[in-house]
């Protein structure tokens, strides 16, 4: 258990190593540069030569890829070239920020995906699962930036319940703090939790049409023993898959969900990176969620280890 | 399940209720605080840089001071200079400095301030943007502590709108080295913290010299990259102000019941701009059979929905010197069509116009000549390329817009002149008369003859020049019912001078 653990660790560092490279290479074929950003129309060739020479710019690739990479390991994400600041303040707030979405958000994919995908298993063909397919695939069709826009209106403008954007003010309360994750998280998990409600209903059926639950109910077992016990652990398997792979929608979704309701966390601080071209900036926010999403996959495998229903299964029986 | 699940999502739709009741209590604050969207975050925290506007200009007008300024007719005042004279020759130029004005950091402003300041503009290592502009300056220097002397190597008539660039704000000489990292001027406002999407938080200077006239405590601006998210927050009251609405949210505002709209013209111009050493725009012919085609009243009807005014050259209309007996020309296509295959191509011609992308009203523009020029046989392919990949140096046909300057010289020299930096890298438009007629206007303080030269010079870029000049836009934002003695400045910035909340 151990090695294997350590050695999905020292994978995670070898993506990435391999991805901090990528970064780096892509940025540098992309058509502009960092230093016409900043000066924006007004750049000449001598500003611009000026611009490139104090941030180190016109240095050599490799000596540029090493520069940085040597103050990474040494814990200095190095400093953002349009701000000119530290970048690892700015970087962890953001992620603090966007946290507070992704954590519930991840939560309630998981209980409401997980319910309606048992509810209408249950009730298959019946109206209240074809009433949930429906309303899954609507939400799931629609572009999340969509859906923030609708709410902003309802929820909003019409029913004035809920601010339209941003994190609050520092004087604010923690109520009135909290009602600005309302709407982002609500977005959010719209669309997410088709993935896992969908993939949960159809291993629900599986689980359900299998020998194992139709010997349960032969021995006359209660059908909610059956359901909860037997069907749902077994296909809890690939749900907990699909989860970790969301957290990667998820950070897509957020960069959308971010921009609408102008929260400020990593996925606009990223989209911020790569428009104005801030390598140093676009390369820790990127490192820092491939961390985190390889974190999260091997959290997975780690728990479907804990959840594998042969071994679970065989003690609870006897 | 199911009953848990209705369970469920009662009390979820209760404790909405419940928080939206508590966030619509939230008011009655002792603090007085303006809230204000931007849509954009700032390029650079270095105020040499600042090249973007909106916020930057924003903030930069809020938290420091420069020597002139210009007030929202465009006449050049005192700001950190109480007042300031030419020699004869326009080559030396004395400015002398209010005394007692403080830093943020405590320290009062000397003339050795203003020199560095000036300094590190002109030192190319610095990359200033307005570098090009103080090419000019031989010497700087500091007679005695409250005087500060600029010596040109050129008769230079609008040198003060020089000193009003937003870029020379004056820094404290001892704190240059951490001007991005602890922000310091001397204006009404200190800056306490920028989050480069979140919100930018500023905080009353109470020792500004001018103190009385800024009556808000604090002053918020949020970064909202979203328009529709912008104006609902507006609607709502979560927001103040919303800086530069774009054309087609200025007519929704102006119906509703919480918040409205100030509009104003500004210099801020468009052009279809032609680069003369790229083939077939190197023909005179080609260019004047583009001029032809250009309808500019069209255009900015249909390209701004009526916020803009159609102009000759950059020199908007409501400039003193704007001559309107010059007509504005209707679209000739047959004349196009006649002038093409004068230049050789009777049987019609394909160009590539290129633009910045996601941004509505340059394609409207482009659409409109396309069709336009069908009649002329006339090919216009458009191809949007997001903004940091326009490169216009290497176009050889283009749209795009331009912040409007503050005198005639700064609106037309660096575009129109065959020295000026834009020309020389866009378009190499070169006119021996213009030349002329530029470099008189600036070697005289004499009004009429200043008039007399750039009425001349719209007579020639009427039908020649870079590009065609379409139209100015007008600059609007959207405010709420509660702010009072709001106007939106032509300077595109925000004016909070005497501006309050009513409760």
């Given at each position: 258990m151990a090695i294997y653990f350590l050695k999905r660790l020292g994978y995670i560092a070898a993506i990435i190593v391999l991805m901090s490279l990528l970064v780096f290479l892509v940025t540098h074929v992309l058509p502009a540069n960092t230093a016409e950003v900043i000066l924006g129309e007004y750049a000449t060739a001598e500003t611009k030569a000026a611009l490139e020479q104090k941030l180190g710019l016109n240095l050599p690739l490799p000596v540029q890829y090493l520069r940085w990479a040597g103050g990474l390991l040494h814990g200095d994400f190095g400093q953002?070239?349009?701000?000119?600041?530290?970048?690892a303040p700015i970087l962890w707030t953001a992620l603090g920020r966007s946290a507070l979405i992704a954590i519930p958000t991840l939560l309630i994919v998981t209980l409401v995906g997980i319910g309606i995908g048992v509810v209408s298993a249950v009730q298959y063909r019946r109206p209240l699962d074809r009433l949930t397919s429906l309303g899954t695939y609507v939400a799931v069709s629609v572009p999340e930036f969509f859906w923030g826009l609708v709410f902003i209106l309802v929820?909003?403008?019409?029913?004035?319940?809920?601010?339209?954007?941003?994190?609050?003010?520092?004087?604010?309360s923690l109520w009135a703090r909290l009602a600005h994750l309302v709407l982002p998280v609500a977005t959010l998990t719209l669309g997410l939790q088709a993935h896992v409600s969908r993939l949960m209903r159809s291993s629900m059926l599986e689980a359900l049409r299998s020998n194992y639950v139709r010997a349960a109910r032969a021995r006359g077992m209660p059908e909610r023993t059956v359901i909860l016990r037997h069907a749902l652990r077994n296909a809890m398997l690939p749900t907990i898959t699909v989860l970790a792979q969301d957290l990667g929608f998820l950070v897509g979704g957020i960069v959308a969900v971010e921009t609408i309701f102008a929260y400020p966390g990593i996925g606009r601080l990223l989209v911020y990176a790569v428009s104005r071209h801030d390598l140093p900036l676009m390369e820790a926010v990127i490192l820092v969620v491939t961390a985190i999403y390889c974190l999260a996959n091997l959290a997975a495998d780690l728990l479907y280890g804990a959840f594998n229903p042969r071994i679970r299964y065989g003690r609870s029986v006897d | 399940m199911m009953r848990w699940l209705r369970i469920r999502a009662r009390a979820v739709a209760a404790s909405l209720v419940l928080l939206g009741t508590v966030v619509g209590a939230q008011d009655s604050k002792a603090e007085s605080v303006l809230r204000i969207s931007a849509n954009t975050p700032v390029r650079s925290l270095d105020p040499a840089k600042h090249s973007l506007g909106q916020l930057e200009y924003n903030y930069s007008v809020l938290v420091y001071d420069r020597l002139t300024a210009f007030d929202d007719k465009l006449n050049i005042v005192p700001d950190l200079a109480e007042s300031w004279e030419a020699s004869a020759d326009l080559k030396t130029w004395t400015y002398r400095l209010r005394k007692g004005v403080k830093f943020h950091s405590g320290r009062e402003v000397d003339a050795e301030d203003v020199v560095a300041t000036y300094k590190r503009l002109a030192d190319?290592?610095?990359?200033?943007?307005i570098l090009g502009s103080l090419k000019i300056v031989e010497k700087i220097e500091a007679p005695d502590k409250y005087t500060v002397r600029f010596t040109l190597s050129t008769p230079y008539s609008s040198w003060p709108a020089i000193t009003s660039a937003f870029q020379a704000v004056i820094l404290p000489r001892d704190e240059l080295d951490t001007i991005t990292t602890k922000l310091v001027g001397t204006g009404p406002y200190k800056f306490v913290s920028y989050d480069p999407n979140g919100t930018m938080e500023l905080v009353r200077n109470p020792d500004y010299f001018d103190a009385t006239a800024f009556k808000f405590d604090r002053v918020e601006f949020k970064i909202i990259p979203d328009y529709s998210t912008a104006v609902a927050a507006l609607e709502r009251g979560e927001l103040d102000i919303v800086w530069g609405l774009p054309p087609e949210f200025m007519d929704k505002l102006k119906g509703s019941k919480t918040a409205q709209v100030s509009e104003v013209p500004t210099g801020t111009w468009a052009m279809f701009g032609?680069?003369?050493?790229?083939?077939?725009?190197?023909?005179p012919k080609v260019r004047q059979a583009i001029f032809k085609l250009v309808d500019r009243k069209k255009i900015a009807e249909i390209a701004l929905f009526g916020h803009g005014t159609p102009t000759i050259?950059?020199?908007?209309?409501?400039?003193?010197?704007?001559?309107?007996?010059?007509p504005i020309g209707a679209a000739d296509p047959a004349a196009a069509k006649k002038l093409l295959a004068e230049a050789g191509y009777p049987n019609g011609l394909t160009v590539q116009l290129w633009m910045p992308a996601q941004q509505p009203v340059l394609e409207r523009m482009a659409v409109t000549l396309r069709d336009i020029a069908k009649e002329a046989n006339l090919t216009v392919e458009i191809h949007p390329v997001p903004e940091d990949q326009f490169r216009p140096s290497t176009r050889p046909f283009m749209i795009n817009n331009f912040s409007g300057r503050t005198t005639p010289d700064t609106m037309l020299f660096e575009w129109y002149h065959s020295t000026g930096s834009w020309n020389t890298q866009n378009w190499h438009f070169k006119s021996a008369e213009v030349d002329k007629l530029l470099e008189a206007a600036r070697q005289t303080t004499n009004v009429e003859e200043q008039k007399k030269l750039y009425t001349r010079f719209q007579e020639i870029a009427a039908e020649d020049g870079p590009g065609v000049v379409i139209f100015v836009l007008n600059h609007a934002d959207g405010y709420g019912n509660?702010?009072?003695?709001f106007q939106s400045s032509p300077l595109r910035t925000l004016n909070l001078r005497n501006v309050t909340l009513a409760n």
């Open positions: 953002s070239v349009i701000l000119e600041q530290p970048i929820f909003s403008s019409y029913l004035n319940w809920l601010p339209t954007s941003g994190n609050g003010s520092p004087g604010d | 190319p290592a610095n990359a200033s943007v032609m680069n003369e050493s790229i083939p077939p725009f190197d023909n050259s950059p020199l908007p209309p409501f400039h003193p010197f704007y001559d309107s007996a010059i509660k702010v009072k003695g």
